[in-house]
């Protein structure tokens, strides 16, 4: 989609991916060409690369309270997922802590690397929701003993936006000696992340959630945890991954990530006061219902329109030029019930009958009121059909 086609629609999936900033763009593009040596090359090329990871390792570092050490450089998500819980799982097997505890609403890079665990041996306790989709201390409570490993519970959930207490979980998780992660990639862009603040022994976010490009993560890990070897290979990220690191990738997140961090507070104003327009809107549209509680960030809409099926009311608006999700992006070719609607009580008729709005920084006032103006008719149509 070129800066054209995204400016003619009206994109509301900014949970899903947003585009790359033009600033953080600028200071990429040098690493396609100019300075497009390898990191790991000793000569003046490689040095002016590795000297580039460096500074966006301290840039990053500095901006969530950690060292430099503790941060390392991942494809996106996913990986940094992957690898939190098999490090959090690994780092205590031999003082025979063989269960980990897992928020039935984490993202599938979560859960599939838990039941990945599960078929290794490890005891997996999934930790439910109330119906406002939080996970309350006392559910905690009852997930976590001395053989707890790990917890993770995410900072904010990618369908509904509901936040998490994860300072008091974490201090759960540490009372019983476990180690505690958070998967932070829906809540970094709108919450300033601080990993001694929050008490995250084990953290990941991912750089195109907020304007940096795709192909960039992050995973925090607190010195002193063993860590897991994830790619062989190379020496690269210490040893523990190897492959040849993608420069450009790696500057454009820590570009992105610090003036996300300085726009933080304004962005999210402005995203707030779209956000309470468009439920006010909704809110006088027949047959809704809003899924998820406060607190919440202030970007995520999951509403319900009851009797319309979610996937046949996103092609009818997507043909009018409006981008939404019906469940997570990374399911979105499937037609499964969301698994964080259906662990909030919601049945299966009413999961697929729900959507998620998510807006971003350049979205408009004009653009909601149009939004909401084809939703009605579109819902209209959908309902008389
Ligand atoms: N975790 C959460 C909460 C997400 O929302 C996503 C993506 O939507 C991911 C992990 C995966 O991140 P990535 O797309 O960078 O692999």
Redesign the pocket.
């Known amino acids: 989609m070129d800066e054209k086609t995204y400016r003619e629609k009206i994109y509301l999936d900014h949970?899903?991916t947003t585009p790359v900033d033009e600033e953080t763009l600028q200071k990429m593009l040098p690493y396609f060409r100019e300075n497009f040596g390898n990191a790991d090359s000793p000569h003046a090329m490689g040095r002016r690369a590795m000297n580039a990871v460096d500074e966006a390792r301290d840039t990053v570092a500095s901006l969530i309270g950690a060292r430099s050490g503790e941060v390392f450089f991942t494809s996106?998500?996913?990986?940094s997922?992957n690898w939190a819980v098999r490090i959090g799982a690994y780092a205590q097997k031999d003082k025979g802590r063989t269960e980990i505890a897992v928020s039935a609403i984490e993202?599938h890079?979560?859960i599939e690397s838990a039941k990945k665990l599960e078929a290794e041996g490890f005891c997996v306790r999934w930790i439910p929701v109330n119906e406002g989709g939080m996970v309350e201390l006392n559910a905690v409570r009852s997930c976590v003993n001395d053989k707890t490993a790990l917890v993770c519970v995410?900072a904010a959930?990618?369908e509904t936006g509901v936040l998490q207490p994860i300072k008091e979980i974490a201090t759960l998780a540490h009372e019983c000696g476990a180690l505690f992660f958070t998967?932070a990639?829906?809540a970094a862009p709108y919450l300033p992340i601080d990993v001694k603040e929050l008490s995250a022994d084990i953290l990941?976010f991912?750089s195109?959630?907020f304007y940096g490009p795709?192909g960039g993560?992050v995973l925090y890990v607190k010195s002193g945890v063993k860590t897991e070897r994830l790619i062989v290979g190379g020496e690269q990220e210490k040893g523990l991954r190897g492959g040849t690191t993608n420069v450009p990738a790696v500057v454009g997140l820590a570009a992105a990530y610090r003036k996300n961090v300085a726009t933080m507070s304004e962005t999210n104003a402005k995203i707030r006061a779209l956000r309470e327009r468009f439920i006010k809107g909704l809110s006088n549209l027949d047959g809704v219902a809003f899924n998820g509680a406060e607190p919440c960030l202030p970007s995520i809409v999951n509403v319900r329109f009851q009797g319309v099926d979610n996937v046949s009311l996103l092609y009818k608006m997507d043909l009018q030029g409006v981008c939404f999700a019906a469940g997570?992006?990374?399911a979105s070719s499937s037609v499964k019930p969301s698994h964080v609607l259906l662990a909030m009580g919601l049945t299966e008729e009413a999961a697929k009958e729900s959507v998620r709005f998510s807006l971003g920084k350049d979205n408009t006032e004009e653009e909601i009121n149009r939004a909401l103006a084809l939703l009605k008719d579109t819902l209209r149509a959908l309902r008389a059909f």
């Open positions: 949970a899903a996106g998500g996913t990986e997922d993202h890079a979560v995410m959930n990618n998967d990639v829906q990941s991912s195109h959630k795709k993560g997570s992006a990374c």
